[in-house]
């Protein structure tokens, strides 16, 4: 058979017409085994090879010596061999023009330095050919659609669900799970592992193109490129829901996951405000995972404006709703006084009229009442949504066997009216693991049946989020702002700006950081608007930028070698008087040389910053902009002053933002209230806030060179805001020019 050319990139990896499993075994125990058999015999309808140095046949299959010596160029293969090995195959593959591969060893970057070092070599083995993989350390690929078995489980229900995981045992149990509902099952699942090619990002992407995915579920240890991650969400959350839990969230999480696939995650609260911003949907458990997924990809939206109507036949599961609700953020729906007046009616006035609503009984005879009464709560033009709860699917069980009939015609009332009302509707069950008909028809449906009061309460939490979300402006992480780089939306540089010479006369000095003089300078030129200062060398400028002042000082010590410098001593407070700024000037530098000596700085004081004492403020915020875990600048607000690491009353937003999306952070702060104007109390400069936040946004966008930028504390008035104290430091991955210079001199 002479060469044909197959399909290249991702395309040859998650839907191939050709497969080769390198490592196929007569071995029933092994995997090599186990895909050629799954491929032979089940509905994949491309060419299948198998690979083996001995030759021979395999279940009556031939399979060949060597890569080198196949018929033709399959799209991909499936690595079955030892870890040691993966990196000659793939040149084999490439060779041979194989387009991609999955690789299925262990022992990799999850084992240790020496397995760190071989995923390496297999990286640049893949990009030296031109081969695409997915993996290592991964459970495999599933292609239902395509009839593309690599996982290895029998029995998967077809659907409109994906899954982009990196664990095969929560892959096994999404894929069992989605199999034993009614709903939407499995369309595609890709075991990711240790991304060491194709990852996060990227699969979504295709799966964004996907047309037999209606929503994706994401299981994640920790992706390599978060940013990637969100760019693409935030793509294809308008049109695809995506669920994603996240392990590692713990500091026990996070070193398992780092024994388990090698991952290092972002800093979970900054990951989790992309997710939010991007669209996606966080769970903080598994058993919400694939329930919230299908709800999502089954059922429709409610309408932003609107609430959440609540039907139960019990008072208590009534009262756990409202409460469960009112913790996910959900508004419940104020019925009309005609919905009022036609539920009365129906269920008499024994029942309670309030939302969530209670059947009071009145379903006890007849479960049709649950269909009479949700057709009335989903006419109403202010319910968005209606969870109904308890008992139904089990009216004939716990009453009467004589009221199945009835309750199967109720069921598919309730299907019906559902429907054709264009709005979701979720069911909570005591009865759902029985697996009664009436719910069956539900299911079918395609209506989430749970018997978790919380996870129902999750689904129809979540359906009610996405109808305000999609009637929002999107997250988009490559816009481009105007000339002046201003204005009220903050978005990303069409290009980097050219490096101030601060910045790179701190990098030849081979400095992580800028003084407080530099940054402020740095700042102020970019529109953060910060108080009057004077640099002293010596105890009588100090004096003399007091008595310029003409009120009490702060003085604060100037050390490149000490960025923290209240830890160093270097702090001194509402200093009034010449004689007292003379000697608060000794004590500080007296202290910052002592300091630096017993780190062994190369570093000495430059001298010392004095600035006016501020009165109290209203707030004290803390103000920033930082890089880490991949996510590329993360703005972050929240409670600032000496006690920030324990108030903990902090948010994130990733950058780029817009000035509605930090008002939305403050709103969610503790400290929010006060900025509001709490009991009466004065407002504070929410304006300022937001002007300094973005002023911060722009500098970390336009010089990426930045690490990190904090403002702590950030004093809030009524009418202005003033920033206390400022830290900037420097990106030491960047590249840093040779040489240096001779470190500042000691005043003095």
């Known amino acids: 058979m002479g060469e044909v050319v197959g399909k290249r990139g991702v395309d040859a990896v998650f839907a191939p017409r050709s497969v080769v499993v390198v490592g196929a075994s007569a071995d029933p125990t092994k995997r090599g085994h186990q895909i050629l058999r799954g491929l032979l015999n089940g509905d994949f309808e491309g060419a299948v090879y198998g690979v083996n140095p001995r030759g021979g046949r395999i279940l009556g299959h031939r399979v060949h010596e060597s890569i080198e010596a196949l018929p033709e160029a399959p799209d991909l293969a499936v690595v079955c061999t030892p870890a040691s090995s993966t990196p000659d195959v793939i040149e084999s593959c490439g060779r041979r023009g194989v387009a991609g591969a999955v690789i299925l060893a262990v022992g990799f970057r999850e084992s240790g330095p020496d397995g760190a070092a071989l995923e390496n070599r297999l990286r640049d083995s893949a990009r030296r050919f031109g081969v695409r993989l997915v993996g290592p350390n991964t459970s495999g690929i599933l292609n239902l659609p395509l009839g593309l078995n690599l996982i290895g489980v029998p029995g998967a229900a077809e659907g409109a669900i994906s899954l982009l995981v990196q664990s095969g045992n929560v892959a096994l149990g999404l894929i069992r799970e989605a199999s034993r509902r009614e709903g939407p099952g499995i369309s595609m699942c890709v075991g990711l592992g240790n991304e060491v090619d194709v990852g996060f990002g990227e699969a979504l992407s295709w799966l964004g193109e996907h047309p037999p995915t209606r929503a994706v579920v994401c299981y994640a240890e920790g992706i390599r490129a978060p940013r990637a991650f969100l760019e693409a969400a935030a793509a294809i959350t308008p049109y695809k829901p995506v669920v994603l839990l996240a392990a590692g969230r713990s500091p026990q999480g996070a070193e398992a996951a780092r024994s388990h696939t090698g991952a290092v995650a972002a800093p979970y609260d900054r990951f989790r405000a992309g997710l939010l911003q991007a669209g996606v949907v966080p769970v903080d458990r598994a058993d919400e995972l694939m329930p919230v997924a299908q709800a999502l990809g089954g059922q429709p939206h409610a309408s932003p404006g609107t609430g959440v109507a609540v039907l139960s036949d019990g008072g208590g599961h009534g009262t756990l709703v409202a409460d469960h609700l009112s913790e996910l953020g959900v508004e419940l729906a104020v019925p009309s006084p005609e919905t009022r007046a036609a539920l009365t009616a129906l269920l008499g006035p024994a029942s309670a009229l309030g939302n969530p609503f209670d059947l009071a009984g009145a379903a006890d005879a007849d479960p049709r009442v649950f269909a009479s009464a949700l057709k009335i709560l989903l006419a109403d033009p202010q319910v968005g949504g209606v969870l109904m709860v308890g008992l139904f699917g089990g009216y004939a069980a716990r009453f009467d066997e004589g009221l199945l009939g009835r309750e199967i015609e109720a069921a598919r009332t309730t299907a019906r009216i559902a429907g054709e009302s264009g709005k979701p509707l979720v069911v909570h069950s005591l009865y759902e693991p029985d697996g009664g008909e009436p719910l069956a028809v539900l299911k079918r449906a395609g209506f989430p049946v749970s018997v978790s009061l919380e996870v129902a309460c999750r689904c129809i939490a979540e359906l009610w989020r996405r109808g305000s979300l999609l009637g929002e402006p999107s997250w988009r992480p490559t816009e ?261 210079s001779t470190p500042p001199s000691h005043p003095r």
């Open 480 to 740: 481009t702002v105007g000339p002046d780089r201003g204005g009220g939306n903050l978005g990303a540089a069409a290009s980097p700006l050219p490096e101030p010479p601060v910045l790179q006369r701190a990098r030849s000095e081979r400095r992580e950081s800028l003084t407080e003089p530099e940054a402020r300078d740095l700042l102020s030129a970019r529109g953060v608007p910060l108080p009057p200062a004077a640099l002293c060398v010596s105890p009588d400028e100090a004096a003399a930028a007091w008595a310029s002042f003409s009120r009490p000082v702060a003085l604060k010590v100037v050390s490149t070698g000490i960025p923290h410098k209240v830890d160093a001593g270097g702090v001194a407070l509402g200093v009034n008087g010449v004689e007292a700024v003379r000697e608060a000037f000794d004590t500080v530098v007296r202290r910052a040389r002592r300091h630096l000596e017993s780190l062994g700085s190369r570093f000495g004081v430059e001298g010392v910053l004095v600035t006016p004492m501020q009165p109290p403020p209203l707030v004290e915020l803390l103000v920033g902009v930082s890089r880490e875990g991949g996510m590329g600048p993360v703005l972050t607000v929240g409670s600032g002053g000496t006690w920030v690491e324990w108030i903990r009353d902090i948010g994130h937003r990733v950058l780029p933002v817009d000035e509605r999306n930090v008002r939305r952070l403050l709103d969610d702060l503790r400290v929010g209230s006060i900025l509001r104007g709490a009991r009466g109390g004065s407002p504070g400069d929410v304006d300022g806030i937001v002007a300094v936040a973005m002023a911060l946004g722009r500098v970390a966008l336009d010089l990426p060179g930045i690490a990190e930028i904090e403002i702590n504390p950030l004093f809030v008035y009524e009418d202005r805001v003033v920033p206390v104290d400022v830290r900037l430091f420097l990106d030491s991955s960047r590249a840093t020019p040779s040489g240096g």
